[in-house]
């Protein structure tokens, strides 16, 4: 098992142990205490010497490993011959070996040779791993003698009480002492620097010692090795390794990734675990039944097996191999003892990949033999150019010719098995669509991919079975050829390839061929050609379409070649980026449609189909092994309009979404279910050539309903009519295609009468225009639209804060007979939408609000009439945000076309009782009449927006003349006036009894008596009286004010009452002094007890009540205060059961 990392760093060779070992402990234990052994480990730090040096210095490899079942990985011992070039190398630098990658180094040790590559001597107990080394890389057995005694080195320092004991027992029971290992000064050492496993080089080379070195030496035993007489320092050098798997199953095969230095000469051995034995169940599912326990592998570059299990250089006498050990391996053994192997050669390589899996059934189907790999995530980005319309020869319709372009990546390609070069198939989808190629244009896809794509096929025809390296689909003929366990057949099959061919003599490999052998003799290469030859087409990293003769239709799926080698791994974070564009023609299908019993008894010849020419399926690419994939759709308008008339492009994307509207240049994204129409403006036919489609002509056979060959097509059904006699002749269109006249009339909606007076919160308009004469289409349409604002809404929409006004088509009718028509209604796109091209409901500053299109048929020039109802206008909304219901303020939606108009005319009816208080409008000339407003406007051109906006409220003057709400209002108002002057006629009544009552008090003191004088004749005295100028002046308002009067002395005046004396006469208040003559004597009474005497005589003072002391401003606040009470009562009862707030 492997150590972490942490723990590499100074790792002994074996097990420590304590100074005291028991007579039982074992000897390798017991030596490993008595030498400090160098190089047992490696430390991951940057070498001391100079800087690294870019060398090959590696002359041979030879790689064993053993990987066990349960564990993550496998260990990999590399035995490495290296050859220094003494003029070439600075002692004491680094020479980086190979990349580390994801390796664990757990031990390594270096050991000399001499010039004829014989180690020198040393201990196998000490040194496994050199034992195991020579023994790989087939050296001669090794020498009696140590390098320290060839060189007249002093033995490293050892434990003398340990030291004599130490012996090694050889066969015939005599006993010699232990080599102790070679200083790490003399053989240098292996560790990892800059990401590389690193040869640091000797500091001491042989031939550059020198008497200040410290060693002793002995002058009779130094002697010159011919080690250095070619001037080259060798080594044998022993890694042991662990490397994880890079994949495994479900998804991956088992796959160990080792990497391995430049070298001309490489040997390869590993065993593998055994695969576990199936159930019956999964038996049933496996290739074939003989296959159940055994191994699909491969390699990667391809391993050649050796026809003997090592190979002999020289006598094999004198071969390492030949050293009897206790602890030998199984190489020495034809095949292997305990599960499946792999053993063979690999060319020069940097990495050595490994791949075993349990044999996949070979599914039948696919015409290129290759198996197809499995996505788990792409990602696709698809530009569709739409480049106009195009009359399809073969399905007889119109189709719209395109431009698709799809760039992909794939995450997480996988496959189970051990193949390499695998397939994956693309195919384009277009639901409810025909694709074809377009005559005179490609008919190839052009293919491109990034790493890992080699080529692609479209529908390629069947191969044949025949052995092939690249060929790794089938696992019979994979480049590592299937492995049985020991003992089983097909464990000792030769190979072709002779053992004894010599690297010089292999012919150079083929460029863009990676997996070629060096060791490939001529037998075997000529097997490979004929594979060779035809897999070209898929190595080579191009996009060559296929050679075949027939192109096959756009609709077959392309197999892209991929090969997984150059995929990084693991397989979940590889990415395979790949390129599809070509130029296609999409044409709507044929869709069954159900005819009128009638139509079809008049015209039994009539077919039972009909086409949808508007819109066509947006063409989608997909990888149909993807478990999960997006694809982000972008539409663009490409259409050529230098020769013809301006053509758009509408993207619907679903049925419930509005319309995009594409002009030349702009394009837009796409989500799901999107469906794509070219519109062009002016496209008509005539009796003298055929229909322009984007200025391209069409062909003069092209039929409105394939309906038979030998029909001609006449310009209108009008035209025919009259050529059979049944209708009047309709002069013929010789101008431009317009609307010559639009007539709209708009009625404002107000309340019923029962209900209280408002502001309407909705109209009804009627658009009268007679129909386009020999048009293109049957179709008439029309677009209600809306003023943007500078923030990007339109009055409606400051009005509604629920969402656009509603609108009802009421009728549509052509010459009074009620036509099909289609209505879309507009739906706000989603917030982040990148989009360049004006959407459907923003085109040209202007929203759209409803797209009507109807069915006006081919004759042309009836009346048509369109009645729709605009409802939830709502009302005036202040700066507070609060609604007026006296005022409301909307956009009149008036139609606008697709071709010019000349005249178009608005008449906005007067209603009573509301007042039109504003009118803006683009419209050239306004009338008021006394029926309404009038809006007048000429030459307009093709999708001229009519804008109107209008404020209507409430007529203040006529409020209580023609408002049931006005009536109400004014009665209220009188009934409050009424009891108002109640209340004031009350309290004036109130205090004029109060007056009266004062009166009454005030006489109350006052009485008549009966004098008996009263009877007696009175005498007069005459008495002169002089009267003021100043009149007296009555206490009205104050009691306490007395008249101011003076009276003069009065003459006493005797009066002799008689009977025919007149009465005295009025004296007079001139001031004058006036003698009045005495009367005439009158007779004279006899006094009577019944007489009556005036006890006051008149000499009270008379005065009017006063006023009591009101407080004018509390009576004043009393009485507001029973107002607003009675105010609110008579709200309350006007709003029941509402609240008046």
């Known amino acids: 098992m492997p150590i972490p990392t942490s723990q590499r760093s100074g790792r002994p060779n074996s097990p420590p142990t304590n100074g005291t070992h028991a007579s039982g402990t074992p000897l390798r234990p017991r030596l490993s205490s008595v030498f400090d052994t160098p190089s047992s480990g490696y430390t991951p730090t940057v070498t001391q010497g100079a800087h690294p040096q870019k060398l090959n210095v590696v002359t041979r490899v030879a790689i064993e490993g053993k990987a066990k079942q349960g564990q993550d990985g496998a260990g990999i011992r590399m035995y490495l011959k290296i050859s220094l070039p003494l003029d070439s190398i600075v002692p004491g630098s680094t020479i980086p070996l190979f990349p580390e990658e994801s390796v664990k180094i757990l031990s390594s040790q270096v050991h000399p040779l001499d010039n004829n590559s014989v180690p020198y001597d040393f201990s196998s107990d000490l040194s496994p791993l050199l034992h195991h080394a020579a023994r790989a890389l087939n050296l001669p057995s090794r020498s009696s003698e140590s390098y320290h005694s060839a060189f007249g080195l002093s033995p490293p320092a050892t434990n003398a009480s340990v030291a004599g004991s130490v012996r090694s027992t050889k066969s015939n029971g005599s006993t010699r002492s232990v080599t102790p290992p070679v200083d790490t000064k003399y053989t240098g050492h292996i560790l990892v620097s800059g990401y590389h496993i690193s040869y640091v080089l000797p500091k001491e080379l042989p031939g550059r010692y020198n008497d200040s070195d ?47 230095p430049r070298c001309l000469h490489n040997n390869f051995r590993l065993r593998i675990f055994p695969p576990t034995t199936t159930s019956a169940s999964y038996a049933s599912l496996s290739s074939a039944d003989e296959d159940a326990g055994a191994w699909d592998l491969t390699s990667d570059p391809h391993v050649t097996r050796a026809a003997s299990s090592r190979q002999s250089r020289g006598a094999s006498a004198h071969s390492y191999g030949n050293i009897a050990d206790d602890e030998s391996s199984d190489s020495s053994t034809a095949g292997f003892s305990d599960g499946c192997g792999l053993q063979g050669t690999f060319p020069s390589a940097e990495r050595l990949r490994v791949r075993w899996a349990k044999p996949i059934r070979s599914v039948g189907g696919s015409g290129d033999a290759r198996r197809r790999v499995g996505v788990k995530d792409v990602r696709g980005e698809m530009t569709c150019a739409v480049l106009g319309r195009l009359w399809d020869a073969e399905h007889q319709r119109d189709g719209v010719l395109m431009r698709v372009e799809y760039k992909g990546t794939c995450k997480g ?47 390629a025809a069947p191969k044949s079975d025949s052995p092939s390296r690249h060929d790794s689909l089938d696992s019979s003929y994979s480049n590592g050829l299937q492995i049985f366990p020991s003992g089983e057949p097909g464990t ?34 000529s097997v490979a050609t004929p594979s060779i030859g035809s897999s070209v087409g898929s190595l080579l990293p191009s996009s060559t379409p296929s050679l075949d003769p027939m192109p096959r239709p756009p609709g077959v799926p392309v197999t892209i070649h991929v090969n997984m080698n150059e995929l990084s791994l693991p397989a979940t974070k590889n990415a395979f980026p790949f390129w599809i564009a070509g130029t296609v023609l999409v044409t709507p299908r044929l869709r069954p449609t159900a005819a009128p019993p009638a139509s079809r008894s008049a015209s039994p010849e009539r077919e039972p189909l009909a086409v949808d020419p508007e819109s066509v399926v947006l063409p989608r690419f997909t990888v149909l092994a993807a478990d999960n994939e997006s694809v982000a759709a972008v539409v663009r308008n490409d259409v050529d309009t230098d020769s013809g008339a301006p053509a758009t492009v509408e993207v619907q994307n679903g049925d419930s979404r509005p319309k995009t509207v594409l002009h030349r240049g702009e394009f837009a994204k796409c989500g799901e279910r999107t469906r794509l129409a070219v519109k062009t403006g002016v496209i008509f036919s005539s009796a003298g050539a055929p229909a322009a489609v984007n200025g391209r002509l069409a062909p003069t056979s092209r039929p409105r309903t394939p309906v038979g060959t030998s029909r001609e097509r006449l310009p209108s059904a009008a035209r025919a009519m009259t050529m059979l006699g049944a209708a009047v002749a309709r002069p013929k269109r010789d101008g431009a295609l317009m609307i010559p006249s639009v007539s709209a009339t708009v009625t404002p909606l107000v309340a019923a009468p029962e209900r209280p007076a408002a502001a309407p919160v909705a109209y009804a308009v009627r658009v009268c225009l007679a129909a386009p004469v020999d048009a293109d289409s049957d179709w008439l349409e029309f677009g209600l639209a809306k003023h943007a604002s500078e923030a990007g809404q339109g009055a409606a929409d400051k009005i509604n804060e629920g969402g656009p006004p509603r609108v009802e088509i009421v009728s549509v009718s052509v010459d009074d007979v009620p036509v099909l028509y289609e209505t879309t209604a507009a739906v706000k796109q989603e917030e982040g939408g990148a989009s360049i091209g004006l959407p459907f409901e923003q085109l040209g500053g202007r929203e759209w609000v409803s797209w009507v299109k109807l069915r006006v048929g081919a004759t042309g020039g009836g009346r048509v009439v369109v009645d729709y109802v605009v409802q939830d206008i709502g009302g005036h909304v202040d700066k507070k945000g609060k609604r007026k219901a006296g005022e409301t303020q909307f956009d009149v939606y008036l139609p606008s076309f697709g071709i010019p108009v000349g005249r178009l005319e608005v008449n906005i009816d007067g209603i009573p009782g509301l007042d039109i208080s504003s009118l803006r409008s683009n419209f050239s000339h306004h009338q008021t009449l006394r029926a309404g407003r009038r809006l007048l406007h000429y030459s307009l051109q093709a999708f001229f927006y009519p804008h109107i906006s209008l404020t209507i409220r409430l007529d203040p003057p006529k409020l209580y003349l023609f408002s049931p709400t006005s009536n109400s209002a004014g009665l209220l108002a009188v009934m409050l006036v009424s009891w108002i002057v109640l209340i004031i006629g009350t309290v004036h009544i109130v205090r004029l009894n109060s007056a009266v009552h004062a009166l009454s008090n005030t006489l109350a003191g006052y009485s008549l008596g009966v004098s008996p004088r009263w009877l007696d004749a009175p005498t007069a005295h005459p008495t002169a009286t002089t009267a003021a100028s100043q009149a007296t002046r009555w206490p009205w308002f104050n009691g306490d004010t007395k008249a101011e009067s003076s009276t003069l002395d009065s003459i006493p005046i005797s009066i002799q009452p008689t009977a025919s004396s007149p009465a005295p006469a009025a004296v007079s208040s001139a001031p004058t002094l006036s003698v009045v003559e005495p009367p005439p004597p009158i007779p004279t009474f006899t006094p009577d007890s019944s007489s009556v005497a005036l006890f006051q005589p008149l000499l009270f003072n008379f005065s009017w009540p006063e006023w009591p002391d009101v407080d004018v401003d509390l009576a004043l606040e009393k009485l507001l205060r029973g107002a607003e009470k009675l105010w609110q009562v008579c709200r309350k009862i006007y709003h029941y059961p509402l609240d008046p707030t």
Do not use: C
Not at 423 to 448: I, R
């Open 492 to 525: 000792s099959r030769p190979s072709s390839v002779s053992s004894s061919s010599s690297l010089l003599r292999g012919p150079l490999p083929v460029h863009n061929v990676p997996e070629y052998s060096f060791e490939g003799s001529a037998t075997s290469s």
């Open 214 to 260: 410290g060693y002793s030496r002995a002058s009779g035993s130094v002697r010159r090795s011919s080690i250095i007489e070619r001037n080259h320092a060798q080594f044998m050098a022993a890694i042991d390794m662990w490397v994880p798997y890079s994949a495994r199953p479900p998804r991956s095969p088992y796959l160990l990734s080792i990497p391995t």
């Open 413 to 459: 390609v996988w496959f189970p098995g051990v193949a390499t070069m695998l397939g994956m198939d693309v195919s384009l989808e277009a639901k409810g669509s025909d694709v074809s190629w377009v005559p005179g244009q490609s008919s190839n896809w052009e293919v491109g991919g990034g790493a890992g794509y080699t080529g692609f096929d479209v529908g």
